[in-house]
């Protein structure tokens, strides 16, 4: 699985866009990006996936530029409840793959009033 | 969506004594479980990967005859942590995939053991 690096951590207001980037130099041509959110006690959430280019859903955009060693997630007018921690992980998405994720670190983003 | 309930959500036990925690996929049926632990302020780490009907696979450095894995059911994993020690004390998470469109896994809500 390609390794990921990510900021520690981010503050951000509320209101304001946040952008969290992450590095996959390595990654494999049948990985997909996916990004997971942890909120305290709790266990992780699935927020959005994508392979290329940008995709967008309710809660977030995901970019990730052609040569696919990085991913962007924005999180468009940020609340205080999004403050979390924000995964970023390849998956192997395919036949021999049963769901196994590995986590790095994180970026755990602190919204401020 | 698919859900995944984990219970208990809170414990405190007693050292020596052993403690179970069940994972359930609620509408779907899951022959690979993950289970998953975490300590304060750090990541997830990956314990093992539980296949219904046949035995578990640990991680490395897990030790699998302190965290029994037992996943008897399409919907149904359970971790026991054995002889609990406080440094047993953490954040268990399991999670299950509904392998479809998105490459997505659900998550339990966790269950915080203390052993005192």
């Known amino acids: 699985l390609a390794k990921t690096t990510q900021p520690i951590s981010m503050d951000s207001y509320e209101g304001q866009e946040v952008n969290i980037t992450c590095s996959h130099n390595n990654i494999a041509t049948n990985d997909y990006i996916t990004w997971y959110q942890q909120f305290p006690s709790q266990g992780p959430r699935f927020i959005i996936q994508g392979y290329k280019t940008k995709v967008t859903n309710e809660v977030a955009s995901l970019f990730i530029p052609a040569d696919r060693k990085s991913s962007t997630l924005s999180l468009p007018r940020v609340s205080l409840s999004d403050t979390a921690v924000y995964y970023c992980?390849?998956?192997?998405?395919?036949?021999?793959?049963?769901?196994?994720?590995?986590f790095g670190q994180g970026t755990t983003l602190q919204v401020k009033p | 969506g698919a859900v995944v309930s984990q219970h208990p959500s809170r414990v405190i036990c007693k050292s020596g004594t052993s403690v179970k925690i069940e994972c359930r996929s609620l509408d779907f049926q899951a022959t690979t479980m993950f289970w998953y632990r975490q300590f304060p302020k750090k990541s997830l780490m990956l314990m093992a990967t539980s296949n219904e009907g046949s035995k578990a696979t640990y991680e490395q450095g897990v030790e699998k005859d302190k965290f029994l894995i037992n996943h008897a059911s399409l919907t149904l994993s359970t971790l026991t942590v054995t002889s609990a020690h406080p440094e047993d004390s953490s954040f268990y998470i399991c999670?299950?995939?509904?392998?479809?469109?998105?490459?997505?896994?659900?998550f339990g809500q966790g269950t915080r053991l203390t052993v005192v």
């Open positions: 999670s299950a995939s509904n392998l479809g469109e998105r490459a997505e896994a659900f």
């Open positions: 992980l390849p998956y192997t998405y395919g036949s021999g793959n049963t769901g196994k994720l590995i």
